[in-house]
C-alpha cells in the first residue's frame, strides 16, 4: 500500500541525506519525496510516499523518529488529509492541435506558462487522477518533456502536526 | 576570556568526566594534540586508529562509562570506521573526535580529507560537523548526552582544523534541549499491568535477556524478577552476565551455538519474556520455528527493536531497569509458592539440560574448550574477558560462566575479528587492578596485533590466550559442514611465532602444547605484571556445538 508520511525535520545540513540513507539502507522504496522549510526557518517539512506491507510502514516511521534530526513523524494512511502535486508538461503544439491542448488545459484548470510557435508549457497542480488524467489527455499531442514536483500532503481540519 | 577551540574541547571534556581518552596524532589535530600536552586528561597512544575506537569501546563496556577517541582526518578517519560500526551494532556509547581540513578546504579534495560524517552516516547514532567555534562547547554537551542516554550508541563530531584555533568565549551549557531527541524511559504502566497479568498466568515462562540489560544496568532488578518468580533465564551472546551463569535458574546463551537447554526452552515456552534484546537473526534461527507457542513481552528502549524481526504481543518502550522496578514492585503483593508452581517446567528443563551438556573429551592434544574451561576455573569468573571473534567467542560464551554484568566484552552484532585486544587495552585502563584476559584465535589476533606496543608502553598486564588451531576455524568448520571439507582459503599455514613476537614488543611469551601445560601456563601468565601471550597450540579441526544451521529453527541443533 501507498503510504504519505509527513515528517518535521530540523532544518540542517544532511538531513536530507539521512533520511535519503535510512531510506537506502534498509530497503524502503521512496516514491517521492518533497522537502522545504516551514514558517520557523529553523524546521522544514517532509512529505514522503512510500509503499510497503503494515510491518515495514511501521519500522520506517519508527526509524524515521528515531533519527536524531526529526521531529514528529505522522503517516497520513487511513486519515484524512489532502495531497496535491504540480505537473510542468512541455507539449507539442502545433496549428492543428493548439485550440484543443487549450481546452483541455482549460478543464484541468492549469496555466500556460510557455509557449513558443511550436509548444505549450502547461503548469498543473492536482491529486494523483488528475495529474495522471491530464498527462493521458495530452499524450496524443506529443509530450516532449514532464517535471514534477513530486507530492506535499496536509490533514484536513483545524489541527496542524 | 577567550579560549581556542582546543582549549574549548578538552575543558568540556573534562567537564563530561572524561580522564582518558585514546587516540593518533596527525595534521589536522595537531592543535587539540598542543593542548593535550599539558591537560589532566591521559592520552592512551594506539597504533592504529581502529584500535582506538576498540579501546574506548572496551573502556565504555567494562566501565559503564562514555568511551572517547581522538584521530586525524582524512586516513586516521575512515580507519575508525569498523571501530565505529562495531559500537554501533552493540549499542555502546562512544565519542569518537576526528579531525577535518579547515572549512575553506572541505569540498576540495584537499590533502587527508574525507567525509568521514558521510562515511558513519548509516553506522552512528549521529553525528557532527562543527563549523564555528561558538558552537563546539554545545555540540559536545550534546554529543555526550546523544551517545549516553536512549538507546547508547557513537556519536562522530567532526572537527575541521580552523575552528579547533580559532577562539570563543567558553561557557559550557548546564543542560541539553533537544526538542528532536527525547528517549522514552518510562515504561507505560498500562502495558507494564497487561506484560503482570500475562506472566502471572504462564505455565512455562522463559526470560530472553540481552545486552540491553546490562546498558541500563538493570541486572539486580532482572535478578529479583528472575529469582522471586522461578523463571528460568537465556542470555544472548551480549546478555551474558547480566544474570549469574551459575545460578540454578540459568540455561546459558541462546540462539545459533546456544545450549540446548536454552534453544529447547525457547521452542517450548508458552511465554517469552524479551528483555534489551533485538531478536537477532543468530538468536533465532528460521524465524516460525522461534517460540512458536508462546506470547511474546518485549521490553526494549528502542523502538524500532520492537516488531521488527517477530511479532510481539505486549510491547513495552521504556528502560529495562525502570519497567522490571515497575514489574518487581507488583510482584511483592503475588504472595505464591512460585517454585513449586514452576516444579514441573524447571523438572523438563532440568531433563533436557542432561540429555545434552556441554562437553568435550581431552585427550591427548589440548582442545580449546579445556582452555577455556580452566581460564574460568582459575580466574574463579572474576576476570574482565574480551574475546574475538569466530570459534574461540562461541568457546568463551560456552565455557566461561559470565556471573556479573560487564564481564564479557565481545563484538556480538557485527564480529569484528581484531576487537578483542584493543578492548582489552580498554579495560585494563579502566580497571588497572583487575585481570583482563583477551580470549583469541591465531587469525582474530593478527588484525590488531601492532597494540602489543601500545600494552608495552603504558605498561599494560593485558594477557591474550591464543587458541591457536592453524585455522580461521569458524569458517572452516561451515566448510566442513556445509562444503564438503573444501578448506578454500582457512588454513594460515604461515603465521609468526607468537612467543617470539610477544618478546619482540617487550611481553611475555608463553607456549602450551600438552594438556597438562594448560593450567601452570594460564598460572604463570596471570603471575606476571606484564603482558603476556598464551599460546595454546589446540586441536586443529575441533568444532563448535550445538550448531543451528542458518536457516533452521532453534530445535534442529547439530549435536556432537
Known sequence: MSHTISALVLNQPGVLARVAGLFSGRGFNIESLCVAETLDPSTSRMTIVTRGNDQVIEQITKQLNKLVDIIKVVDFFGSDYVDREMILIKVTAESSSRAEILRIVDIFRGKIVDVTPKSYTIEVSGDENKIRAIIDLLKPMGIKE???????????????? | MKKTGAQILLESLQLEGVDTIFGFPGGSVIGIYDALFNSPIRHILVRHEQAAVHAADGYARSSGRIGVCLVTS??????????????????????VLTGQVSTGLIGNDAFQEADIMGITRPCTKHSY?????????RTIKEAFYIAGTGR?????????????????????????NMQSYNPTYRGHRGQIQKAFKLILKANRPLIYAGGGVISSNASEELTTFARTLSIPVTATLMGLGCFPGVDDLSLGMLGMHGTYRANMAVTNCDLLIAIGARFDDRVTGKIDGFAPNAKIIHIDIDPTSISKNIRVHIPIVGDAKDVLKKINKLIQE?????????????????????????????????????????????????????????????WTAQYYHFTKPRTLLTSGGLGTMGYGFPAAIGAQI?????????????????????????????????????????????????????????????????????????????????????????VPTIEK????????????????????????????????????
Open chain 1, 146 to 161: 514532464v517535471v514534477r514536483t513530486g507530492k506535499v500532503a496536509i490533514s484536513r481540519g483545524s489541527k496542524g502536526i
Open chain 2, 74 to 95: 582524512g586516513p586516521g578517519a575512515t580507519n575508525t570506521v569498523t571501530g565505529i560500526a562495531t559500537a554501533y551494532m552493540d549499542s555502546i556509547p562512544v565519542v
Open chain 2, 129 to 137: 560537523l562543527v563549523k564555528d567555534v561558538k558552537e563546539l562547547a
Open chain 2, 152 to 176: 547508547p550508541g557513537p556519536v562522530l563530531v567532526d572537527l575541521p582544523k580552523d575552528v579547533i584555533a580559532d577562539s570563543a568565549e567558553f561557557n559550557y551549557p548546564e543542560s541539553v
Open chain 2, 334 to 394: 503475588e504472595k505464591e509458592d512460585w517454585k513449586s508452581i514452576r516444579r514441573e517446567w524447571l523438572d523438563q528443563i532440568f531433563q533436557w539440560k542432561n540429555t545434552y551438556l556441554l562437553a568435550y573429551e581431552q585427550k591427548d592434544v589440548i582442545k580449546p574448550q579445556y582452555v577455556v574451561e580452566k581460564i574460568y576455573e582459575i580466574t574463579k569468573g572474576e576476570a574482565i574477558i574480551s574475546t574475538e571473534v569466530g570459534q574461540n567467542q562461541m
Open chain 2, 430 to 518: 579502566a580497571f588497572p587492578e583487575k585481570t583482563v584476559i583477551d580470549i583469541a584465535g591465531d587469525g582474530s589476533i593478527q588484525m590488531n596485533i601492532q597494540e602489543l606496543a601500545t600494552v608495552a608502553q603504558y605498561n599494560l598486564p593485558v594477557k591474550i590466550a591464543i587458541l591457536n588451531n592453524r585455522y580461521l576455524g569458524m569458517v572452516r568448520q561451515w566448510q566442513g559442514l556445509f562444503h564438503n571439507k573444501r578448506y578454500s582459503h582457512t588454513s594460515l599455514e604461515v603465521s609468526p611465532d607468537f612467543v617470539k613476537l610477544a618478546e619482540a614488543y617487550g611481553a611475555v611469551g608463553l607456549r602450551a602444547t600438552k594438556p597438562e601445560e594448560v
Open chain 2, 525 to 560: 601468565a596471570l603471575s606476571i605484571s606484564k603482558a603476556v601471550i598464551m599460546d595454546f597450540v589446540v586441536e586443529q579441526e575441533e568444532d563448535v556445538y550445538p550448531m543451528v544451521p542458518v536457516g533452521a529453527p532453534l530445535k534442529e541443533m547439530l549435536l556432537v
